[in-house]
């Protein structure tokens, strides 16, 4: 049963009675249609009218838009649904990821590598803050994954880094401001992302720690942010086959390694029952391979309700799963009771965020004037720029090369590795001008792409081929005597659908740092913390962790010797390689 007047909910009477009057009052086609978060695709009238009028969506997330057109397209969606929305954003790293014209405060990771406790606050206060001038009632943050595999391309910068008490430290922060903005939180990717390498975006990915160790880790941070109060939790496609045994020794093959917003057994055994969670449980996107390949969508779609997750995020066509969530409870795969206690738990949600009384005042989407004075917020940049100094962290130096000194490598040689090759992205050219204000003089590699060894063994070398070649078998010292000094600039953060994020040189060419040993060397990564493990040949190592004109400025400043380096790296930089540390 859910319980209203308990936590997360803490309605009372009166919010108790707008849910139970409102779920008494609707059909069971306008509750199918509560069930749906779906990503919203265009901002036509006519296509938001057949999600708020036909369907009756319960929610609905767009990715980041101007704030004007943000604002026009949530005030029309709210004034014609019969219920009011739950709008969502990924607000993981500042109000950016809702609006355009939000502030980057900083990656999670970068945020944990202040060590102050009030940053976790500070990013959940601009994230939410410049969120809620938009209309989001609802955050998809904060991430609570523990970055305990070096090689996992999801987790990384997303996260607050591999200490369990950091994580907490930090989210904690995140839903205390959360809430005084008016928004819910959605902790995320139960049961936990973060020790497999692959990609639920690919796969159906496994945490396959012990069942004792998931439970002083990942079941130790759900536990204290369930009793601190989060609203809601998103659901991973990520199996726990260790904990499901614990639950049932005889489970078979496929009850192990089913994705957890399938398993009835990790939503109800485990977060209902042990962990204790009363609040809303949201699937996480189920275009994503490790939900839509464990079975077939018409009896995924129902079965994911069925098994315990209340809402059902993004669709492959909204139509067609409307029709297979109606279809499974006309089949009795969602029995009443399940669709109701779903619904009770949306309603509950919205009503626990006012969002009917911002409804009877017309007060749920801020005014584009709003909006205005939210961005301009002093505060925010000051705080964004405090993050940014803390973060820096320098990881080694043993070749005692910082800080650098415009007299003694005032030539210098800088490279940017990203993953577009191209002569100059607009981050290079930043990092070169703030290099060249400094009275550097300096020379960007133009990156050249990498040499196809099957086509120049072919004889079918392109130009880029053959300049690379040219690198290769020029004198050392045709390279080595232009420069002073040579900076290798890391913008590599992982994606979503690429499994591996590692730095890609040009073969042999001087793309590759092979001269580290003739002109000083250094690297600094504002993406992947990781990279050391490419480079090792590298001494000293920088990680910045967001690539934001704050961090630039604040890693040049330390690079400088301007400021001192005080970030402390929330993982393991050196990988577990004792190597990497010389």
């Known amino acids: 049963?859910?319980?209203?007047?308990?936590?997360?909910?803490?309605?009372?009477?009166?919010?108790?009675?707008?849910?139970?009057?409102?779920?008494?009052?609707?059909?069971?086609?306008?509750?199918?249609?509560?069930?749906?978060?779906?990503?919203?695709?265009?901002?036509?009238?006519?296509?938001?009218?057949?999600?708020?009028?036909?369907?009756?969506i319960g929610g609905i997330m767009y990715r980041p838009a101007n704030g004007k057109s943000l604002i026009e397209t949530h005030s029309y969606l709210q004034e014609s649904s019969k219920i009011p929305l739950l709008i969502a954003a990924n607000l993981e790293s500042g109000g950016q990821g809702a609006v355009t014209e939000g502030t980057q405060f900083g990656m999670p990771m970068g945020v944990a590598a202040t060590d102050h406790a009030e940053m976790g606050y500070r990013l959940g206060k601009v994230s939410c803050s410049e969120g809620a001038a938009v209309g989001i009632n609802w955050s998809f943050a904060p991430i609570v994954d523990i970055d305990i595999n070096f090689r996992n391309p999801i987790t990384n910068l997303r996260t607050f880094g591999s200490s369990v008490e950091k994580v907490l430290e930090m989210s904690k922060g995140y839903l205390k401001a959360a809430d005084e903005e008016g928004l819910a939180v959605s902790i995320k990717h139960f049961p936990g992302d973060g020790v497999d390498e692959r990609d639920q975006h690919l796969v159906t990915s496994v945490n396959d720690l012990s069942a004792t160790e998931w439970r002083e880790t990942y079941g130790r941070v759900y536990q204290e942010l369930i009793n601190e109060g989060a609203k809601t939790v998103m659901i991973g496609h990520i199996a726990q086959p260790n904990v499901v045994k614990s639950f049932k020794p005889e489970a078979s093959h496929k009850e192990q390694y089913t994705p957890g917003s399938l398993s009835p057994i990790l939503l109800n055994d485990l977060l209902r029952d042990e962990l204790g969670f009363n609040g809303l449980t949201v699937t996480d996107a189920t275009l994503?391979?490790?939900?839509?390949?464990?079975?077939?969508?018409?009896?995924?779609?129902?079965?994911?309700?069925?098994?315990?997750?209340?809402?059902?995020?993004?669709?492959?066509?909204?139509?067609?799963?409307?029709?297979?969530?109606?279809?499974?409870?006309?089949?009795g795969v969602i029995t009443a009771k399940r669709l109701d206690e779903a619904v009770t738990r949306i309603l509950g949600t919205k009503a626990s965020l006012n969002l009917h009384e911002k409804q009877a005042a017309g007060t749920l989407v801020p005014t584009f004037e709003e909006l205005q004075s939210v961005l301009a917020n002093e505060e925010h940049q000051a705080w964004t720029k405090e993050c940014a100094e803390s973060a820096v962290t320098l990881v080694k130096d043993t070749q005692n090369l910082l800080p650098l000194d415009v007299t003694k490598h005032k030539r210098l040689y800088l490279n940017v590795i990203e993953r577009s090759i191209v002569a100059e992205s607009d981050f290079a050219k930043q990092v070169k001008e703030a290099l060249e204000k400094e009275g550097f003089e300096v020379t960007l590699r133009n990156r050249l792409g990498n040499i196809d060894a099957a086509k120049m063994m072919a004889g079918d070398a392109s130009e880029e081929m053959m300049a690379s070649l040219a690198d290769m078998q020029k004198p050392t010292s045709d390279f080595t005597e232009q420069f002073d000094a040579a900076l290798i600039v890391g913008n590599l953060g992982t994606s979503s659908n690429e499994v591996t994020i590692r730095l890609a040189f040009d073969a042999l060419g001087n793309d590759i740092p092979w001269f580290v040993n003739d002109i000083p060397t250094a690297f600094v990564s504002f993406g992947n913390p990781y990279h050391l493990l490419d480079v090792p040949m590298v001494s000293t190592f920088v990680n910045s962790y967001t690539a934001s004109p704050a961090v630039l400025e604040a890693t040049v400043d330390r690079l400088l010797g301007r400021a001192k380096f005080t970030g402390v790296s929330p993982v393991d930089p050196f990988c577990g390689r004792e190597e990497l540390s010389y």
Request: hydrophobic share 40%; aromatic share 12%; glycine share 6%.
């Open 1 to 56: 049963m859910v319980q209203l007047r308990q936590a997360p909910f803490n309605l009372d009477e009166k919010g108790i009675e707008w849910v139970e009057e409102t779920l008494n009052k609707m059909t069971v086609e306008e509750k199918i249609g509560q069930l749906f978060c779906t990503i919203g695709m265009s901002d036509e009238k006519e296509a938001l009218d057949y999600l708020t009028k036909e369907v009756q």
């Open 288 to 331: 994503m391979v490790g939900f839509t390949s464990f079975m077939s969508r018409k009896d995924a779609v129902p079965a994911a309700i069925a098994n315990g997750c209340d809402m059902f995020l993004f669709n492959k066509s909204v139509a067609e799963d409307y029709s297979y969530m109606l279809a499974g409870y006309e089949a």
